[in-house]
């Protein structure tokens, strides 16, 4: 039999493909040639198919899709340890939106820089950031250097103020400034990030993130839909964030937001609901008729203490079928590597648990369908782009190895990661970067944030002294 030839060829692993039968070879292999997979199969079978150029061996470790992270404002990152909680500053001179306001383009690149390795450690290729770089071409340059894929929404797209009466510690004089609630400024910038998308091979990617929250008057996010669909990608927005948010847009529209939103005809399934954390029973069955899809960020939902106040729905919402995926949205006290064990915990808490299954499902097919990008990513299948992770069999949270898809939701984490490839390339090997000193970005990273805390007066305290000398 004439092999074929093909570029790379994954061998010897347990490839958890997510395909539609949800299959696992193992031993199994991927082929890929260029940017995309060529094959998945058995071992045997791919290994007598295949001439590759260049092998790779996953020693009988978990190979999976890469995750993809839904909704991460990504230069979030710089603030741990700054804010203990971003809608109370306690003794800091500055507001949360005032800390926004500061980064300056180099800012976000030694954040995104940071956050992007941190993602590979724990097997993420790719985050969907809402619109809260100043500078996307800044990010641009630390998401196409590190290596990962990106999504990226024109700037704080919003034009009514009145809702920040509700959330206080996200307004400020300095970022209102930088980013003016103005609905011409929305307008022109709409299709802003679009252009991108002509270029098929391009890891950053355009979308459109309308702010929500009731910040966007009808007319803007009548525009903002009209454009997404004319241009084929998703729309989203904030919603149902904490339950004094959402009372306050019914106080200010008379009704609840996404029965307005449902009113409006912007909500179908390429419509992303971020958050929905407070939606009542008539919104959730919104949600059903109009099959806009969700973006649950756990991590979020605890650190603003909403336990007491929602109820949790989600994983009612996923039985029913609605797309659930998962985002960190700021990742303050976490990475991105402990967004599905949250989720884990969270629905445990309230007796109605998903199983490892549907939080794998979460964190690759449905954040691929956030992202618009169901047909390129998300699964091991032919066709699609090569945005493969191979985990380290020296990891000992994967043993025993009875159960990959327990392993994989809930035990493996940051340093279980040995081989990253985002687009066909190789990014990260032997669990570092191949692109970037890592070392380099680390140092970088502190120094921005110690010269952007000095520059606005907010003194960087540990809750225990630091000797230094
Ligand atoms: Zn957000």
Redesign the pocket.
């Known amino acids: 039999m004439n092999k074929r030839t093909c570029d790379i060829l994954i061998h010897n692993g347990q490839i958890l493909t997510m395909d539609s039968d949800r299959r696992i070879y193992s031993p199994g292999a991927v082929a890929i040639t260029d940017s995309r997979i060529v094959e998945v199969g058995s071992d045997p079978d791919l290994q007598q198919s295949f001439d590759a150029r260049k092998m790779i061996n996953a020693s009988g470790a978990i190979v999976h899709p890469g995750f993809i992270d839904a909704?991460n404002?990504i230069v979030h990152t710089t603030c741990r340890g700054i804010f203990g909680n971003i809608h109370d500053a306690g003794p800091l001179p500055i507001n949360f939106a005032e800390w926004k306001a500061s980064v300056t383009d180099a800012d976000e690149v030694a954040a995104t820089a940071l956050a992007e390795i941190e993602m590979l450690r724990n097997g993420f290729t790719m985050f969907i950031e809402?619109g809260s770089l100043f500078s996307t071409e800044a990010g641009t340059e630390a998401v196409e250097r590190v290596g990962l894929r990106a999504l990226f929404s024109p700037l704080y797209l919003w034009d009514r103020r009145e809702p920040f009466d509700a959330i206080p510690a996200l307004e400020s004089p300095s970022l209102m400034a930088r980013a003016p609630i103005d609905h011409n400024r929305c307008l022109r910038q709409l299709d802003a990030e679009l252009y991108r998308n002509s270029d098929p091979q391009a890891l950053v990617r355009g979308y459109i993130f309308v702010y929500g929250e009731g910040t966007a008057s009808p007319e803007l996010l009548k525009a903002a839909h009209a454009c997404a669909r004319g241009n084929n990608v998703p729309l989203h927005l904030?919603a149902g964030y904490v339950p004094h948010g959402a009372d306050y847009y019914h106080a200010m529209t008379g009704t609840r937001q996404l029965l307005h939103l449902q009113e409006l005809g912007i909500l179908d399934e390429r419509t992303v609901i971020?958050h929905a954390n407070a939606l009542d029973a008539e919104e959730e069955t919104v949600v059903q008729e109009t099959g806009c899809q969700i973006v649950w960020c756990p991590t979020a939902f605890f650190s603003l203490g909403l336990a007491s106040s929602t109820n949790f729905k989600m994983s009612e919402r996923y039985r029913q079928g609605t797309c659930v995926s998962l985002g960190t949205?700021g990742a303050f006290d976490c990475t991105p590597g402990e967004t599905m064990l949250a989720a884990h915990y969270a629905s445990q808490a309230y007796a109605d648990p998903l199983s490892p299954g549907a939080l794998l499902e979460m964190q690759t097919l449905n954040a691929a369908a956030a992202a618009g990008l169901d047909a390129e990513l998300g699964s091991l299948e032919s066709g699609k782009r090569a945005d493969i992770v191979v985990r380290s069999s020296r990891s000992a949270e994967a043993y025993p190895g009875n159960n990959p898809v327990h392993a994989l939701a809930l035990r493996m984490r940051a340093g279980s990661v040995d081989t990253v490839m985002v687009n066909g390339a190789v990014v990260f090997s032997g669990g570092h970067s191949t692109r970037v000193d890592e070392r380099e970005v680390y140092q970088t990273v502190s120094d921005s944030v110690t010269a952007r805390a000095n520059r606005i007066g907010v003194e960087l305290s540990s809750e225990w002294q630091i000797a230094n000398g």
């Open positions: 909704h404002h809402p904030h971020v949205d």
